[in-house]
């Protein structure tokens, strides 16, 4: 079973920037690189929403509301996918996670990101 560990948020003034980090382990490389990976967020009171993702093979797409600003990769070495938010806005404020495309696994604790001055 895959587990998935995000880290990297915190609380940052409108502008800045957060990179994310999601390390998925109980799998082996090899079934890792198969997999494309999505990193979501959720709002409170909001559904969760699906930010954007890369494939196995490297390209992304992202939702309209953070293209531009987001960006997502991946280290295959590392069983790591990554997201880096620049331009950062309050309304990007919300629990982050990370998943496997298109079947999610389990989901982890996610990384709260806060945009506040």
């Known amino acids: 079973q895959v587990q998935l560990v995000e880290s990297g948020g915190g609380l940052v003034q409108p502008g800045g920037s957060l990179r994310l ?3 998925a382990s ?3 490389g090899i079934t890792f690189r198969i997999y494309a990976m999505g990193w979501y967020r959720q709002a409170p009171g909001k559904q969760r929403e699906l ?3 890369v494939s196995s093979g ?3 797409v992202y939702t309209d ?3 531009g600003r987001f960006t997502i990769s991946r280290d295959n070495a590392k069983n790591t996918a990554y997201l880096q938010m620049n331009g950062l806005k309050p309304e ?8 496997k495309l298109p079947n ?10 806060t945009v506040s001055s």
Do not use: E
């Open 21 to 23: 980090s999601c390390v």
């Open 104 to 113: 999610a696994a389990d989901w982890g604790q996610g990384t709260q990101v």
């Open 26 to 28: 109980g799998i082996s």
């Open 92 to 99: 990007d404020t919300a629990v982050y996670y990370c998943n």
């Open 58 to 60: 490297g390209s992304t």
């Open 65 to 67: 509301s953070v293209k």
């Open 51 to 53: 930010v954007g993702f």
